[in-house]
């Protein structure tokens, strides 16, 4: 019987309350913990969108600072830009008076591009852009402006009413919906997302690259259909994953 998205919901907040019975971590825990999920989620949000280095390589260039022979530089910017922009993630959510604004958003997309190209990270296109794979069309980049606004504020105004989850699946969709920037957008989106669902007390969470065609298509379905719900238990499905391997490294 497949879950529905209230079921979803309670599992992955009775595996957020078995976590936090044993926080806070000692700091050097805390510290190996964090170390271990930037990894991770550095590598598959890159190989979501066609970045070429494994899990492997990811950990040797991050943890040691050797490049991959046969891989191009921008694959290898690309996974240290998104450690950087993984850190000021965390740091940020780790802070009870947390408030997004387009700053903070225009800053994750900054620390992680910017070795790709400087000029471009951590501010709105000034052109049209298209998706491929999908005949959906961003807005014009002479509306992305207000629609930043309006989302930041959406996200403030949602907090008190909608769940965790959902808000953080909803700020998610609409980042990549608006296209903010020339390239980057589902990895800004993606650490936008875990900045409200760790923020809330839940885990980093990654989306495999296995379900790639998953994801895109709940994207998708949530356009043409206006239809969030493939999209929600997708995203509540990622945060059990991840909350179960939390508690796997917590022997809980």
């Known amino acids: ?26 700091k050097e825990e805390l510290k190996s913990l964090d170390n271990y999920f930037r990894i991770g ?7 979501l969108e066609g970045n070429t280095l494994t899990i492997s390589e990811t950990k040797i260039l991050l943890e040691d600072g050797i490049t991959v022979g046969g ?7 690309e996974a240290v830009g998104h450690s950087d922009a993984y850190d000021f993630m965390l740091d ?14 225009k800053k994750l997309h900054q620390l992680f591009y910017q070795k790709v190209d400087a000029k471009k990270a951590g ?25 930043m606004s309006h989302m930041t504020d959406q996200i403030h105004s949602s907090r008190t009413t909608l769940h965790p989850i959902e808000l953080a699946a909803m700020a998610h969709k609409r980042l990549v919906d608006i296209h903010p920037f020339v390239d980057g957008n ?24 296995i379900w790639r065609n998953e994801y895109i298509n709940a994207l998708s379905a949530s356009r043409r259909l206006n239809d969030m719900d493939p999209f929600l238990k997708l995203i509540a499905e990622c945060v059990i994953e991840s909350e179960r391997d939390y508690c796997r490294l917590l022997k809980l």
């Open 186 to 209: 589902g990895r800004t989106a993606r650490l936008l997302m875990n900045l409200i669902l760790v923020n809330a007390g839940y885990g980093v969470v990654s989306i495999p690259p």
């Open 41 to 47: 989620f550095t590598y598959s949000s890159n190989a």
């Open 123 to 147: 501010q709105y296109r000034t052109i049209q852009v298209y998706i491929s794979g999908t005949d959906y069309i961003p807005p014009s980049p002479e509306d992305v402006q207000q629609l």
């Open 92 to 105: 940020f959510a780790r802070q009870q008076d947390m408030e997004i604004s387009e700053d903070s958003i």
């Open 71 to 77: 891989k191009s530089l921008k694959d290898c910017y």
């Open 1 to 26: 019987m497949i879950p529905t998205l209230h079921e979803l919901l309670q599992k992955a907040d009775s595996y957020r309350e078995k976590i936090s019975s044993v926080w806070p971590l000692e």
